[in-house]
């Protein structure tokens, strides 16, 4: 693994933020990451496709109407198989 990934500075402050968080729900939503992230490393996700899986996951927490957006898309039946019966 590159050491890049790993930046010191970035892996103090996410230290700094749980530990400053007397909730616990940052270290809890941390190991729910670490555990999601793992799980689709598992299942054959690459490390790039996690990464723009989770950047949109940020983006939707920035964004409520780009998450009401992505929820509308998500309930929308999907599209039925072409009827080659009807074009011949």
Request: aromatic share 10%; with cysteine.
């Amino acid at each position: 693994m590159s050491d890049s990934v790993f930046d010191k500075d970035r892996i103090d402050e996410i230290v700094r933020k749980i530990k400053a968080d007397k909730t616990g729900r940052l270290s809890k939503t941390m190991q729910d990451i670490m555990d999601v992230c793992e799980k689709a490393g598992r299942y054959g996700f690459t490390l790039k496709e996690i990464s723009i899986i989770g950047t949109t996951g940020w983006y939707l927490s920035q964004n409520p109407e780009m998450r009401e957006f992505f929820d509308t898309l998500i309930k929308m039946p999907p599209m039925p198989e072409p009827d080659d019966d009807v074009y011949n």
